[in-house]
């Protein structure tokens, strides 16, 4: 009996939450992590200064070149503005909430699917946004019938979700009477 207990209990808890462990089919050391990309691009541009500075003191040295120190700065400055784009360009995409391009196919794919379950009537509010390199985030409202079960539906939006690597996720799901009552089609709440 105790290990009939025990084992519904370590059942039941791996059940209803969520890690963020690699085993959402995805391996994550493959993944780019913008904050280890800017310290590469810092630890870059201090060893690019240094052989710049290096180079020039040299060609001005050995052969009164008094141009080279203004033009490896010149060709230092654009390789790592060269370099620094895709981050900028990602970190902004991040701050904006933007849709992660390479999830949109997945995304619209989860959306066909849940509009396949039994009892949902229709959904809307559904977002999809990067939080993260690592993080992407989707909400979503689901309309039921009044026969439909939440959680049900609940656990196959959030199945379907990460399917698609979205690894947080919030799911509302609302009953058919209460949208009608939000849209006025009923004066009176039936209990």
């Known amino acids: 009996m105790f290990q009939t207990l ?3 209990g370590h059942s039941h808890s791996h059940s209803h939450g969520h890690s963020h462990a690699p085993s959402h089919g995805h391996s994550h050391s493959k993944e780019k992590n913008e904050n280890m990309h800017g310290i590469y691009l810092h630890i870059m541009a201090d060893l690019l200064g240094s ?10 040295e050995h052969y009164l070149w ?5 033009l490896c700065t010149l060709f230092i400055a654009i390789m790592i503005l060269y370099s ?3 981050l900028l360009k990602s970190s902004a995409e991040t701050l904006l909430l933007r849709t992660p391009v390479k999830q949109e196919k997945s995304f619209r ?6 509009m396949q379950i039994k009892d949902v009537i229709s959904y809307r509010d559904q977002k999809l ?3 993260s390199s690592k993080v992407s985030c989707a909400s979503i409202v689901v309309q039921l019938t009044a026969e439909g ?9 959030t199945q379907y979700f990460k399917e698609a690597n979205i690894t947080d996720i919030t799911v509302q799901c609302e009953k058919e009477a209460f949208v ?5 089609r009923v004066q009176k709440w039936r209990f």
């Open 51 to 60: 052989v710049g500075v290096i180079i020039s003191s040299l060609l001005v």
């Open 84 to 86: 620094v784009f895709p």
């Open 149 to 157: 079960n939440e959680q049900s539906v609940i656990n196959l939006v």
């Open 180 to 184: 009608e009552y939000l849209e006025g």
């Open 109 to 114: 794919e989860a959306l066909h699917k849940i």
């Open 129 to 131: 946004w990067k939080f």
């Open 6 to 8: 025990y084992s519904h």
């Open 66 to 70: 008094y141009r080279a120190d203004p």
